[in-house]
T-cell receptor
Framework: EAQVTQNPRYLITVTGKKLTVTCSQN?????MSWYRQDPGLGLRQIYY???????DKGDVPEGYKVSRKEKRNFPLILESPSPNQTSLYFC????????????FGQGTRLTVV | EDQVTQSPEALRLQEGESSSLNCSYT??????LFWYRQDPGKGPEFLFT???AGEEKEKERLKATLTKKESFLHITAPKPEDSATYLC??????????FGTGTRLKVLA
């Protein structure tokens, strides 16, 4: 089954404690991205990757890091989480960046206290 | 500045009562406009991609249209299972997707 898998689904952590949210896709997609979704603000792109070892900033990259060492995986790293990073996070992948549908993961609800 | 605005924010319809959702956009060089459906607690699910003004696409009770400044998602004779948040997104000349804040649709039986 074609899917994008995120882990964990729910996470509560404390300010400053480094964490990683994993994302994996089994569709051999080139383009992957991370979004955060906040009430009233919609989905905002954090980082995207057009292929292995190729990443770039989205609209809200501050406080986040990513890496793309393998085509299927695109982890999101919060080196020093802060309460304003409390949000619902989605990973997405698509065959190519241009004009192709995106498949989204189930979401990760992160709370930073 | 590239931006996407969806209206209305929320919409309540009776079953069978047709209506339209709007997505207006201002972008530099539109590569594509996308419609997604999002159910509570789930990731968005792809519905349509539109590439150029005048294009239309249909799927069951949904029909999406595109002009140079906006897109409409027409819902014909909706059913309660059509209740969801509908998201519009654009891909401008960059490779950064821009999403609207969505329209929450509630269809009453």
């Amino acid at each position: 089954e074609a899917q994008v898998t995120q882990n964990p689904r729910y996470l509560i952590t404390v300010t400053g404690k480094k964490l990683t949210v994993t994302c994996s896709q089994n569709m051999n997609h080139e383009y992957m991205s991370w979004y955060r979704q906040d009430p009233g603000l919609g989905l905002r792109q954090i980082y995207y990757s057009m292929n292995v070892e190729v990443t770039d900033k989205g609209d809200v990259p501050e406080g986040y890091k990513v890496s793309r060492k393998e085509k299927r995986n695109f982890p999101l790293i919060l080196e020093s989480p802060s309460p304003n990073q409390t949000s619902l996070y989605f990973c997405a992948s698509s065959l190519a960046s241009v004009n192709t549908e995106a498949f989204f993961g189930q979401g990760t609800r992160l709370t930073v206290v | 500045e590239d931006q996407v605005t969806q209206s209305p924010e929320a919409l309540r319809l009776q079953e069978g009562e047709s209506s339209s959702l709007n997505c207006s956009y201002t972008v530099s060089g539109l590569r594509g406009l996308f419609w997604y459906r999002q159910d509570p607690g789930k990731g968005p699910e792809f519905l349509f991609t539109l590439y150029s003004a005048g294009e239309e696409k249909e799927k069951e009770r949904l029909k999406a249209t595109l002009t140079k400044k906006e897109s409409f998602l027409h819902i014909t004779a909706p059913k309660p299972e059509d209740s969801a948040t509908y998201l519009c997104a654009v891909l401008p000349g960059t490779y950064k997707y821009i999403f609207g804040t969505g329209t929450r649709l509630k269809v009453l039986a």
